[in-house]
T-cell receptor, first 112, second 112 residues
Framework: NAGVTQTPKFQVLKTGQSMTLQCAQD?????MYWYRQDPGMGLRLIYY???????DKGEVPNGYNVSRLNKREFSLRLESAAPSQTSVYFC???????????FGPGTRLTVL | KQEVTQIPAALSVPEGENLVLNCSFT??????LQWFRQDPGKGLTSLLL?????REQTSGRLNASLDKSSGRSTLYIAASQPGDSATYLC???????????FGQGTILTVHP
């Protein structure tokens, strides 16, 4: 049981490049989330998926898109990366009816 | 909009001391309150979850309380150890979708 896994662990992009951050969970959880963590700002919700087939915006969705590929996988895409998107990105999941969220190890992204 | 504040921002204590970390939130219509631990460069580990109908939860040397009327939660750590050194984050859940609003964390250092 791997829990929540994220790939890649580290990534460096140039301004304007695109990339997709992958997240998968093997706990049969219904809800999945993407957060970003920045110094002095704490963790902020980017997008979430309450259940398979649904996605919704969080606090800071601009510049991102998401896809809930199936119940296990929830990806985050940066179409045209900007230096302001340099951050640590965390994926989390939760079983509906049980509120505890479980987090992945994070992806450290630098945009030059 | 829910806002979560953690005080102090940093705390240094000698080994063996009992300590309290504080978390305050602005919206008393909180769905749940979750405490996490984060080690440097790592993801978040869930410590305790308190549902809105509960007043406290305990796990080993940790005890978390929730007082919705005053907008406060506390994390009590008994007999602290150097291995407890980490950043502690609290997060308030505002809806049944599990969206969390995070505080900025308290950096705890326990020195031998």
């Amino acid at each position: 049981n791997a829990g929540v896994t994220q790939t890649p662990k580290f990534q460096v992009l140039k301004t304007g490049q695109s990339m997709t951050l992958q997240c998968a969970q093997d706990m049969n959880h219904n809800s999945m989330y993407w957060y970003r963590q920045d110094p002095g700002m704490g963790l902020r919700l980017i997008y979430y998926s309450a259940s398979e087939g649904t996605t919704d915006k969080g606090e800071v969705p601009n510049g991102y898109n998401v896809s809930r590929l199936n119940k296990r996988e929830f990806s985050l895409r940066l179409e045209s990366a900007a230096p302001s998107q340099t951050s640590v990105y965390f994926c989390a999941s939760r079983l509906a009816g049980v509120s505890e969220q479980f987090f992945g190890p994070g992806t450290r992204l630098t945009v030059l | 909009k829910q806002e979560v504040t953690q005080i102090p921002a940093a705390l240094s204590v000698p080994e063996g001391e009992n300590l309290v970390l504080n978390c305050s939130f602005t919206d008393s219509a909180i769905y749940n309150l979750q405490w996490f631990r984060q080690d440097p460069g790592k993801g978040l580990t869930s410590l305790l979850l308190i549902q809105s109908s509960q007043r406290e939860q305990t796990s080993g040397r940790l005890n978390a309380s929730l007082d919705k009327s005053s907008g406060r939660s506390t994390l009590y750590i008994a007999a602290s150890q150097p291995g407890d050194s980490a950043t502690y984050l609290c997060a308030g859940g505002g809806t049944s979708y599990g969206k969390l609003t995070f505080g900025q964390g308290t950096i705890l250092t326990v020195h031998p």
